[in-house]
């Protein structure tokens, strides 16, 4: 592990006050170790990413990559678009993910090009989309201002256009709910998290990562004009679905 993908001991230390669980350099120095350690299928969404955007990017558009944090998805769409003239646009709200994010994307050697963007995504202009991708960024928005910004996105795209949307569940069945919660539990448990890192990170996300349903994100969509939606990955309580724009 190098010095900027240190391991995550942030919620370790027991007299420790956390207050609200915030983005900030604490977090990019971590969040590489965080992610992996803590979102079951991390790994496989990210590559599937890649596979999604050769598919589906179009030739003179643009690919979005909206909560982009240190870029993984940015990587994965970098390494496979096929189609000419497109440029990727990621979009991030901390000041201290971008600067990590510029820092890995200029070590990179592939050469679709770029454009990293540190502004609220309830401010982003999205245009002449052919893919945007949103990984665990929405259950960061507040709840109210969900529906306006998926419309928002959906009339950004081109016809033909994929949104890849991942996002941590609730179920609305109260056993299975439990049940997924308790295999994420063992699941960061069995990744070196002890009993009191789980619960102090838990407190810290309470209010800030507001979970929804399938239903929810699907009947959403929906009412945007997104069409042929489908769940196309789940582990436990983490998702993630394709909507297409007719």
Request: hydrophobic share 40%.
């Amino acid at each position: 592990m190098t010095d900027d993908q240190q391991r995550d001991t942030l919620f370790a230390a027991a007299d420790a006050e956390f207050g609200q669980f915030t983005f900030d350099q604490k977090v990019v120095d971590v969040f590489p170790d965080m992610i992996k350690r803590s979102v079951p299928g991390y790994t496989t969404i990210i590559h599937m990413v890649g596979q999604l955007a050769e598919r589906y990017a179009q030739a003179g558009s643009n690919c979005y990559d909206l909560g982009c944090s240190l870029g993984a998805s940015t990587l994965a769409m970098r390494h496979r678009v096929q189609a000419a003239d497109v440029k990727i646009i990621s979009i991030d709200n901390s000041p201290d993910m971008i600067k990590r994010c510029k820092i890995i994307l200029d070590a990179d050697s592939h050469d679709v090009p770029v454009e990293l963007r540190c502004e609220d995504l309830l401010q982003s202009p999205i245009d002449n989309a052919s893919v945007v991708v949103m990984n665990f960024t929405l259950q960061f928005i507040q709840p109210d201002v969900r529906d306006s910004l998926i419309r928002h996105i959906y009339d950004g795209m081109r016809p033909g256009g994929v949104f890849i949307l991942s996002e941590k569940l609730t179920f609305n069945d109260a056993h299975h709910d439990k049940l997924m919660n308790e295999l994420h539990y063992y699941f960061k448990k069995t990744n070196g998290y002890s009993g009191l890192e789980i619960a102090q990170k838990r407190s810290a996300l309470e209010n800030v990562l507001i979970p929804e349903s399938l239903e929810c994100h699907k009947q959403r969509l929906a009412n945007a004009g997104f069409r042929g939606t489908e769940l196309w990955f789940q582990c436990f309580n983490f998702s993630s679905l394709l909507a297409f724009k007719p």
